[in-house]
């Protein structure tokens, strides 16, 4: 581990599962919904200070070690590419979707 700080990618998919959510909270309530988005960037932008700071997430179906973040109800999945120092936001989940993810 190194102590410079890491370049943060984030996936289609992940931006895709973020439109989704803000979207639906906005129908309700504009002003929470764009406060969750600054939330979650936030939360995304943080990792390139300390990825390891937070839990391995181990999945037989991934060959390659993928750390999580929940924050509130949702799990952010990302992998950390040491060579490049880079860190690559996957995916993010909501807690209650039916995704059989060990929180």
Avoid: C, G
């Amino acid at each position: 581990m190194n102590d410079a700080q890491y370049k943060v990618l984030v996936s289609a998919d992940a931006v895709k599962m973020i439109d989704i959510h803000i979207a639906f909270l906005a129908r309700n309530d504009l002003s929470a919904a764009n406060e969750l988005r600054e939330e979650l960037i936030t939360k995304m932008i943080n990792i390139a200070d300390a990825p390891y700071l937070y839990p391995k997430f181990f999945s037989e179906s991934h060959e390659f070690e993928y750390r999580k973040i929940v924050y509130k109800q949702y799990i952010i999945i990302y992998s950390i590419e040491e060579a490049n120092k880079t860190v690559h936001v996957k995916h993010i989940w909501y807690s209650w979707e039916n995704n059989n993810l060990p929180v």
